[in-house]
């Protein structure tokens, strides 16, 4: 007579398959974004040492816990496990959501558009700048290249030595794998559209 697999048995290994991956993604996601293990701990409400044992897969989060890193990644829970049909076909990025705010300072601030999960060959931003202020940028990977949309006001872009300035509605592109800028040159405040793409 045959027997029937224990439920226990086949249970153990994917919970812990689950464990890695959650360990694995949170990791990654957490470098894409630049974030430090606190900076991680303040946007999701989950603590430092509990973050630090989940990355090392030490610690089996409850749901609760799991779902709070989710939203500070602004994703649902179905899209940091990565389970195929859980996720919406539909990603929003609120306006108000802090989490994609990727730098902002008296001068400068960045909005990310791009999902934070998305495959980094290409980044979608807002930059705002404010009056006299400039986005200096070290030269990226080898082929990157940018392409800029004026929203509001002037700016100018350097790249290598060329400059062009540029109005609203004005787009250009330029090699970003050279030392680059992107500068208020406006009396006013400007407001920008960025796409990076890597090669």
């Known amino acids: 007579m ?11 290994p994917a919970a812990e398959a689950v464990n890695h991956d959650l360990g694995g993604r949170v ?4 470098a894409t974004c630049g974030w430090s293990l606190e900076a991680l701990a303040n946007a999701s409400g989950v603590s430092r040492s509990m973050l630090s044992q989940i990355e090392r897969e030490q610690a089996n989060p409850t749901l609760a816990v799991t779902l709070r890193i989710a939203r500070a990644f602004g994703l649902s829970l179905g899209e940091l496990l990565e389970l195929p049909g859980a996720a919406s076909a539909v ?3 609120r306006a108000d959501d802090h989490t ?4 902002s300072d008296k001068d400068c601030q960045i909005r990310t558009l791009s999902p934070l999960n998305l495959e980094k ?13 400039a986005l200096r940028s070290a030269p990226h990977f080898e082929g990157t290249r ?3 949309t004026v929203q509001k006001g002037r700016v100018r872009v350097e790249s290598a030595g060329d400059t ?4 609203p509605g004005d787009s250009a592109s330029y090699r970003a794998d050279v030392t680059h800028a992107i500068i208020n040159a406006g009396k006013g405040d400007a407001a920008a559209f960025l ?5």
């Open 2 to 12: 045959k027997t029937q697999p224990s439920a226990h048995k086949t249970a153990v």
């Open 27 to 30: 990791k990654h996601l957490r």
């Open 91 to 93: 990603t929003v990025i």
């Open 100 to 103: 994609y705010h990727y730098r």
């Open 121 to 133: 060959d290409v980044e979608f931003y807002e930059v705002r700048l404010q009056l006299g202020g």
């Open 146 to 148: 940018e392409f800029l």
């Open 164 to 167: 062009e300035e540029l109005k």
């Open 195 to 199: 796409i990076v793409i890597y090669r």
